[in-house]
C-alpha cells in the first residue's frame, strides 16, 4: 500500500491539461494502485492522476464499494440529459457545491492492461466520470459550481 499526496486547489499542476498515456507500463499500473490506496484512505469516490501530481490522461472511480473503474485516455463518447447536484472534490476538502452534470454518459478508454473499455454510468457514476474527467483538463468543479460552502452538521 502507498499512499501518494493528495494537491489542494491553488496547486498550478491542477490546473494543467493531462497528457495521454503512450504505453501501459508497470508504472502506470503502480500509479493505479496508489492511486486506489489513497482515494479509500481519503473516503473519496474518484481520483484523477494529476491530484496526485502525476499530469496523465488517467483516473479511477468507486462510487459502489468494490465497483472499482479504471481509465486511462478517457473519452466522453456519449453525454445527454442533465442531472443537478451536489458534489465535492479531494483537492478541496470541506467543500460542497452544486453543478451541472449529464445524466448519463459513455465512456471509452484503456484499461490497465492496455486492453480498449467502454463503461456507461447513470446519475453518480455519470457525475464521478464527468469530474474525474474535467481533472483530466485542468478543471475543477469549484469553477463550474453554484455556491460552494461547508456543508453544515447536518446536512
Ligand atoms: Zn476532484
Redesign the pocket.
Known sequence: MALRNILREGDPTLAKKSRPVTEVTDRIRTILDDMADTMHAASGV???AP?VGVLRRIFIVEVEEGKLFELINPEVVEADGDQYGEE?????PGYVGNVHRPEHVKIRGIDRNGKPVEYEGEGLLARAFM??Y??LDGI??TAKADNVHIPKEDE
Not at 88 to 92: F, K, R
Request: with cysteine; net charge negative.
Open positions: 474518484g481520483l484523477a491530484q465535492g472534490c479531494l483537492s478541496v469530474h474525474e474535467d481533472h475543477l468543479y
